[in-house]
């Protein structure tokens, strides 16, 4: 099983800030990678999977980026309506995993 | 707009069954492969089971190999997860979500409560 970590565990942060998130893959998963955001009582939303294409309706300000096992997703500007919890994914190998994730809160 | 509605979750003893249904709508569903993942507030997210579009191949995770069969009938636009041999730590949110390997469209879920 490829383990997925996520790094900080949680970011504080004020709208308007560029804000980048870390996961690492235990091993390599080439651009197998997807991110998906999830706000308060919602379920998770993709945002980018081939580790840097946005899925549909995503807005520019979100970036993917990264190969092998260092991926990074970037948010240009943080909006009120990002604050929630960022999952990176692999869809490499079929026993598809999840990171713990990184929780965006208000500074 | 792509509606996935989830129903079937409710409360069971360990070692019971439930089966899980996702109805969907606005979307050609016999061309969707589909998937069931979970969401446990100490375990995270998990990816449960797929199934490909027209039915066919299907895969499930280790810890629900044996307990669970994911299953979809197209002329319904209906996707399944019967689950059987319910464990503690079968509890969560069960969401259908489109695609298998990254999951594109997700439901609001259904919550499944295993307790004694």
């Known amino acids: 099983e490829i383990v997925m970590t996520q790094s900080p565990a949680t970011l504080s942060v004020s709208p308007g800030e560029r804000v980048t998130l870390s996961c690492r893959a235990s091993q390599s998963i080439s651009n197998f990678l997807a991110w998906y955001q999830q706000r308060v009582g919602q379920a998770p939303r993709l945002l980018i999977y081939?580790?840097?294409t946005r899925a549909p309706g995503i807005p520019a300000r979100f970036s993917g980026s990264g190969s092998g096992t260092e991926f990074t997703l970037t948010i240009s500007s943080l909006q009120s309506e990002d604050f929630g919890v960022y999952y990176c994914?692999?869809?490499?190998?079929?026993?598809?995993?999840f990171g713990q994730g990184t929780k965006v809160e208000m500074k | 707009e792509v509606q996935l509605l989830e129903s079937g979750g409710q409360s069971a003893q360990p070692g019971g069954s439930l089966r899980l249904s996702c109805a969907a709508s606005e979307i050609t569903f016999s061309t969707y492969a589909m998937s069931w993942v979970r969401q446990a507030p100490v375990r995270g997210l998990e990816w449960v089971a797929s199934v490909g579009a027209a039915g066919h191949d299907s895969y499930v995770a280790d810890s629900v190999r044996g307990r669970f069969t994911i299953s979809r009938d197209n002329s319904e636009n209906k996707l399944f997860l019967q689950m059987n041999d319910l464990r503690l730590e079968d509890t969560a949110i069960y969401y259908c979500?489109?695609?298998?390997?990254?999951?594109?469209?997700w439901g609001q879920g259904t919550l499944v409560t295993v307790s004694s």
């Open positions: 994914q692999q869809h490499d190998t079929w026993l598809w995993t």
């Open positions: 081939g580790a840097s």
């Open positions: 979500a489109t695609g298998t390997g990254f999951f594109n469209i």
